[in-house]
């Protein structure tokens, strides 16, 4: 599968299971996923600036 396509699924496939937009996944760093040791985070952090009109970071 070329590289292109794996990204589009990594993009859809954490629309689906979180809930949040395009944008809002488009926007997510490594180290709203990932924490320094490289485990993955029992929960996003998507920040209030990258949300449609929320009041404060998601998580």
Do not use: H, Q, W
Not at 35 to 53: A, M, Y
Request: aromatic share 8%; net charge positive; hydrophobic share 35%.
């Amino acid at each position: 599968m070329p590289a292109v396509f794996a990204n589009r699924r990594t993009l859809f496939g954490v629309c689906l299971f979180s809930a949040a937009r395009i944008r809002e996944t488009y926007t997510l760093l490594t180290e709203d996923i990932y924490t320094p040791k490289g485990i993955v985070r029992p929960k996003l952090i998507i920040r209030k600036g990258n949300t449609k009109g929320k009041p404060a970071t998601r998580s």
